[in-house]
C-alpha cells in the first residue's frame, strides 16, 4: 500500500516539476503573454508560484526574464517531496516491524 501512495506522491510532484519547469523556460525565452499557451501555464500554476512571486529580484533584459523565484520554488518543492518520502518510508517501516 505504501509503494501505491509513494508512487502517487512521486508522480504528482514530478507533474509539479515539469509545470515550473515549462514556465521558467517560457519566461527565459520571453514568451508573449498574450499567447493562449502561455495564459494556461499562468493559471495552472499560479498556486504553485503565487507564493514565491517577488520573493528575489527577478533579472530581466528586455522581454527576457531569469525567475530566481521559481527555482526558489522547485527547490521548496523538491524539499518537499523528500520529506515526505522519509515520512512515508518511516510508517512503511513501522508498520512491517509491528
Request: no cysteine; proline share 3%; charged share 15%.
Amino acid at each position: 500500500m505504501f509503494a501505491r501512495v509513494r508512487q502517487a506522491v512521486d508522480f504528482v510532484f514530478f507533474v509539479v516539476y515539469t509545470l515550473i519547469g515549462l514556465q521558467v523556460v517560457l519566461e527565459m525565452i520571453g514568451a508573449t503573454e498574450r499567447a493562449g499557451f502561455k495564459q494556461f501555464m499562468n493559471t495552472i500554476t499560479a498556486p504553485l508560484l503565487g507564493p514565491f512571486r517577488g520573493l528575489v529580484t527577478d533579472p530581466s533584459v528586455g522581454r527576457f526574464q531569469f525567475m530566481f523565484s521559481f527555482i526558489a520554488a522547485l527547490v521548496a518543492y523538491i524539499l518537499l517531496h523528500v520529506a515526505i518520502r522519509k515520512l512515508l518510508r518511516l510508517f512503511a517501516r513501522r508498520r512491517t516491524s509491528l
